[in-house]
Structures are given as C-alpha cells and as structure tokens.
C-alpha cells in the first residue's frame, strides 16, 4: 500500500532536485502508510493517505493554513504533529510554489535541533 506513495514522493523530489544544495542527501523511505522524504538524516517531508505535509516555520505554516492548509496527524486519535503542515490540494498544481515550499521545508528540518524521538 505505501509503494504508490513512495514512487509519487520520489518523482516529486527528481523534479525538485536540483534546487537542493550540491552536498545535501535526500533519500525517501516507507513511513507509517506511506513514505517520507529526508535531507541530511533529517525528516522534513511525507506523503500518505492524509497528504503532502512539510516541515515550516510557524509563520508559513500559518500561511498555508489560512490558504486551506490542515494540521498533519497521521491517524485519528494520534497527535497533531505541530511542526508540519498538509498543503492545500491546489498548491499541487503550482509547481514553482510546490518546489519552493520543499526547499523551505528541507531548510527548515536542517535548521531544526536535532530529535530526541523519530518525527
């Protein structure tokens, strides 16, 4: 069930690649029911049955939010994960707009201080 989501995150991120630094390593994994996107290590974006969700500061995250955006929680009675956001489905159809929110987002998790617990 999650190697759809997996094959879609990986072509998203080719198409998106180039605007990642030279040294940055992305890799894509199997997530919960889906797949998820690294740089560096560190988790910064994932595609599952709930949608596109990326690591943002709050402002932005904010501003996707007022935009149609919804808070990521990955199942119904588990926690809203509060550093991310599920973009509006018409931010898909922007792929200039799409690519530069993931290359905010991988800022955002390298940024970030390291986990104590996985994301």
Partial sequence: MAKP?????????????????????????HFFSGAAAYVNGGIFMSLTPVGLALKLPEARR?????????????FPKAPIKTAYVVLPGEIMDQPATLAGLIVESAACAMSAPPSKKPD
């Fill in 5 to 29: 989501y997996l094959d879609d995150l990986e072509q998203l991120l080719d198409r998106v690649a180039p605007a990642f630094g030279a040294g940055d390593v992305v890799a894509c994994r």
């Fill in 62 to 74: 904010e501003e996707l939010m007022a935009a149609g955006g919804k808070a990521l929680r990955y």
